[in-house]
């Protein structure tokens, strides 16, 4: 496997070795402060692990009232009505942007791809974005959902959402954040930090720094969120494995049912909904949410 040489972002060559995350190979760029895998994986080591990604589940209802309200979010940059989404796996929030009224497209690897495709009819790029299917400068909206941290190039990325937009468009982008307090709980076991799962990591200065150079411009940026499963699973006793799709699906499952259980239990109490907003207040006044979301407009 090669090594990065110099920063994806700033393309600064001295960087800090993140010891207690050497599993994974992290750096630090000495110059802006961007994290990131400095091993490239290859495309063997690549395939490998997404052979056992699991599928994406029917997302649930509190869920889809969350895209609904992202979509809702959009409409006043609503002029072409043709929304894609990057890396859009089973296709779930295209499925509700199509009913929505969207216009949809997406690009996913070809067995999502194609599955996608034949549920929803969408114009689908397989892999990488296909400027003939998905022509530059005509789409009002570009989304990212959890995706933008796999890729080993991520200004590359940034740089073809710009020439997707038209003048005046929006880019939406959901990422980890690398700054959050479940990563300060978790410590060394934090299991957002996995390769090859993840191969860059933001806070909201380096995704702001990353989207600037791609030449968009911030419209919001927020942190929120704390996943007590997720740090109850980095804390577990349980051994690191090579795949994180493979370690125990039923007692994965069981963890993430937690956080739904809990999710739908605030959203349904006025009291601890209050509570919720002020915990997000807090989160985001410190940059320290576990979901990173911004917003950035082509100029």
Known sequence: MNKHQHCNICHGTKFTNINKYQHAHLVQC?????????LIPDAATLSKHYAFYPLSETPPP???????????????FNKTNNLIDIGCGDGHFLAIAQ???????????????????NRLGATMCVGDVDFSLAPKNSFDVVTCFEYIEHVSDPL?????????????GICYITTPNFSSLSGWLSGKNWNIVEFPEHLSYFTPRTIKLLYKKAGLLP??????????????ESNSNAPRKEHTAT????????????????RNKIENNLALNLLKRTINGSLNLFSIGDSLKAYFIKP
């Open 219 to 232: 419209h919001q940026v927020t942190t929120s969120g704390i996943s007590i499963s997720r740090i109850k």
């Open 247 to 262: 370690i125990e699906p039923l007692k994965y499952h069981e963890l993430r049912q937690e956080d739904e259980v809990l």
């Open 156 to 168: 590359a990325e940034a740089k073809k959402m710009f020439d997707l937009l038209r003048p005046g």
């Open 30 to 38: 000495c110059n802006c402060s961007f994290v990131f895998a400095q």
């Open 62 to 76: 509190l869920t889809i009232k969350r895209f609904e309200e992202i979509l809702q979010s959009f409409r006043p």
């Open 99 to 117: 009913q929505k009224g969207w216009n949809i497209f997406g690009t996913e690897m070809e067995k999502n791809a194609l599955r996608v495709s």
